[in-house]
């Protein structure tokens, strides 16, 4: 079992960028979760999706993220355009119950 | 409201020393509780859980945690630390029908030689 998949593992851009993160989850689990990690607020959940269908969204900081889950084996979180203050730790997890198995991050850095 | 609040932002132990990390939560029905570890640069790892039945749950790496309702607490404790066990500490609260689990904002340990 190859755990939950993150690429890229480090992404610079520039202000004003596009970036997409992606994410493949455990195969066999039904729901995705993405995170984000900050010193000042600490881990925070974004989105997540159960059977592929977004549930529960109020997470998303604003409508500059957004993000997708075409099949049960690939997702995306995009960030358009991107801002400095967006700079974090992404962290894509999946579960089957209540247990998540995280991935081990993204990091973003939008100068 | 659910809630978790770990009070300690770091904690510094020496080599050998005992350890427990504190955790309290609110939640409105019987939890899920959990422990995860989180080293430099890596993602979070489930050290151990709490779902029903016995209230001292046994986790990987020596680690366990005692489940105190009367205290909604959940403290994470090891008899004797290891230099390898410097990392972040996040306690986790969720419910059998909730796909939401709320983190802590985590506890970081530093391991004194």
Redesign the interface.
């Known amino acids: 079992d190859a755990g939950v998949i993150q690429s890229p593992r480090h992404e610079v851009t520039e202000m004003g960028q596009e970036v997409t993160l992606r994410c493949k989850p455990i195969s066999g689990h039904n729901s995705l979760f993405w995170y984000r990690q900050t010193m000042m607020r600490g881990l925070e959940l974004l989105i997540y999706f159960n059977n592929n269908v977004p549930i529960d969204d109020s997470g998303m900081p604003e409508d500059r993220f957004s993000a997708k889950m075409p099949n049960a084996s690939f997702s995306t979180l995009k960030i358009q355009p991107s801002e400095p203050r967006d700079s974090a730790v992404y962290f894509c997890a999946s579960s089957l119950g209540p247990l998540r198995y995280f991935g081990p991050g993204t990091r973003l850095t939008v100068l | 409201a659910q809630s978790v609040t770990q009070p300690d932002i770091h904690i510094t132990v020496s080599e050998g020393a005992s350890l427990e990390l504190r955790c309290n939560y609110s939640y409105g029905a019987t939890p899920?509780l959990?422990w995860?570890v989180q080293s430099p640069?890596?993602?979070?790892?489930?050290l151990l859980?709490y779902?029903s039945g016995d209230t001292l749950v046994q986790g990987i790496k020596g680690f366990e945690a005692e489940f105190k309702r009367s205290q909604s607490s959940f403290n994470l404790r090891k008899p004797s630390v290891h230099w390898s066990d410097a990392a972040e500490y996040?306690c986790a609260v969720?419910?059998?029908r909730?796909?939401?689990?709320i983190?802590?904002?985590?506890t970081r340990l530093h391991i004194l030689p």
């Open positions: 899920y959990f995860y640069g890596q993602g979070l790892q489930l859980k779902f996040f969720g419910g059998n909730d796909d939401k689990i983190f802590g904002k985590g």
